[in-house]
């Protein structure tokens, strides 16, 4: 967790520091640029990652592999079992738009990395490895597309409904997680979708190109769930006046 922390840190600060002021939307993120390379084949770390994914494929229910099936649906809408009902497409047209277009900037960023690293799947790298659905040719593992998907939408979703950031940040790694179920993914590809995601995500909070749409998806969100126009801030969470000796 430290070393995850650190290294977003650092990320964030490169991007803020080669941020050129917003004003145009990117055609993508160069994740290449800013993630760490894959743990290299035949290393510990390679041989750790495998383990895990060996492992949770021998405890894995049939509960488990139906959640992780579902979640291989790359939508906003996965995340429907933290806002309830009115959190569908039919009912918000703006935020389906808006989530649309993130996931098109996500996954053009993520496909300019993972044919940087061709980093193979777990299931070419060890015949033990059962995954539960057929990725298609050169579709590489390193960083994981649909959890930086996940990661991407949780701090977006987080930053229009602040009320609920810390059960739409565990479905999230729940979302995430489901990858290395499905026997798709290593460990390492997750944590690095988890630092990719939060990376776009910042870009768009950002990008002065995004913000009609994502104020838009925000507000209508906020009113399909009976949420006021802007949070409440709780009084224990505003600081106190700092006394002058």
Excluded at 228 to 242: N, R, Y
Aim: no cysteine; proline share 7%.
């Amino acid at each position: 967790m430290q070393r995850y922390a650190l290294l977003l840190s650092m990320l964030l600060f490169s991007q803020s520091a080669l941020a050129d002021g917003g004003g145009t939307s990117p055609a993508t993120v160069e994740l290449s640029n800013l993630l760490p390379p894959p743990p290299a084949a035949g290393s510990i770390a390679a041989r750790h990652d495998l383990q895990v994914v060996l492992s949770t494929q021998h405890t894995r229910t049939a509960a488990d592999m139906a959640a992780a099936k579902a979640d291989a649906d790359r939508s906003v809408f996965r995340f429907a079992d933290v806002f309830g009902t009115p959190f569908q497409a039919s009912a918000l047209p703006k935020t389906a738009a808006f989530f649309t277009r993130t996931a098109e900037l996500d996954k053009a960023s993520v496909k300019e990395a993972k044919e940087y690293w061709q980093r193979p799947r777990p299931s070419l790298v060890s015949s033990q490895v059962h995954p539960l659905s057929k990725e298609k040719a050169n579709d590489w593992s390193y960083p994981s597309g649909h959890s930086t998907f996940g990661y991407t939408t949780a701090v977006l979703l987080a930053n229009m409904v602040p009320e609920q950031r810390a059960a739409i940040f565990a479905r999230a790694d729940v979302y995430a997680e489901h990858r290395i179920v499905m026997g798709v993914h290593f460990p390492s590809d997750v944590e690095a979708g988890r630092v990719a995601g939060t990376v776009i995500a910042d870009d768009i909070l950002r990008d002065t190109g995004y913000q009609a749409d994502y104020q838009a998806a925000r507000a209508e969100l906020r009113h399909a769930l009976g949420l006021p126009a802007d949070p409440v801030t709780p009084a224990s969470s505003v600081p106190a006046a700092t006394a002058v000796h």
